[in-house]
């Protein structure tokens, strides 16, 4: 039988690993590609690069990984390849313009 201060212990881990899970937006594009026009909060982890870069960038497994790119494509390799490293909730919201759209931002 556990410790009542054991249970709640695991209680406040299982929580706070919860808690800590949010939504990252990435640009997969290139770095001047980016600096060109980019989305309002996403970040620039070239799809070459994301597997070396994503912990750089304090990005979770359990985190919501929107990835986009020009047309969908770089940002569909890049959504393989972070699925091959155990992350879960990876979504590839196409182009830009299309990631715009479905993020609803201007």
Avoid: W
């Avoid at 620039?44 to 870069?53: G, V």
């Avoid at 890049?78 to 990876?90: C, E, I, N, W």
Wanted: proline share 1%; net charge positive.
């Amino acid at each position: 039988m556990k410790s009542l201060s054991g249970i709640l212990a695991l209680t406040l881990a299982l929580a706070a690993g919860t808690a800590a899970a949010r939504t990252v937006v990435i640009d997969v594009r290139t770095g001047i590609e980016y600096a060109m026009g980019h989305i309002d909060g996403a970040i620039n982890i070239s799809h070459t690069d994301i597997a070396k870069d994503i912990s750089k960038a304090q990005v979770g497994r359990d985190d919501r990984v929107i990835l986009y790119c020009r047309s969908g494509n770089r940002s569909g390799q890049a959504q393989d390849t972070l699925r091959k490293l155990g992350f879960t909730h990876v979504e590839n919201y196409g182009g830009m313009d299309e990631a715009r759209k479905r993020l609803q931002t201007p």
